[in-house]
């Protein structure tokens, strides 16, 4: 879990198991994974894991990395999202991760209004 610092840049090992809420304070789930851009060296998306038990049964939602802040008080993440909203996003297993093609990239930018 990703614990306060003063330093403006943080590991990914930090920032993967960080739980992430809404903006009422729900938590939606964890941070899995980060898929960066391979050029730029931005960070596109997060990964979160939501759903399942114990780790069973869970999907990994990409998430825009530029939709989620993070919250000090909460240690941890915030988007303007709401459970239901994630029923519907695109997902996938943790077996079947897709290619982030410009195919799949545009769905999910799409399906956050980006």
């Known amino acids: 879990m990703a614990?306060?610092?003063?330093?403006?840049?943080?590991?990914?090992?930090?920032?993967?198991?960080?739980?992430?809420?809404?903006?009422?304070?729900?938590?939606?789930g964890t941070i899995d994974d980060l898929m960066i851009d391979k050029v730029s060296g931005q960070v596109?998306?997060?990964?979160?894991?939501?759903?399942?038990?114990?780790?069973?049964?869970?999907?990994?939602?990409?998430?825009?990395?530029?939709?989620?802040k993070y919250d000090t008080s909460q240690d941890g993440y915030v988007v303007p999202l709401e459970k239901s909203q994630l029923e519907g996003a695109p997902r996938y297993g943790n077996d079947d991760v897709p290619d982030y093609d410009d195919t799949y990239r545009s769905t999910v930018d799409k399906y956050y209004g980006l």
């Open 44 to 68: 596109r998306y997060a990964v979160m894991e939501f759903g399942g038990f114990l780790g069973m049964g869970t999907d990994r939602y990409p998430v825009p990395w530029n939709m989620l």
């Open 3 to 28: 614990t306060t610092s003063t330093s403006a840049v943080i590991s990914s090992d930090r920032v993967e198991g960080t739980t992430v809420y809404n903006a009422a304070g729900d938590k939606l």
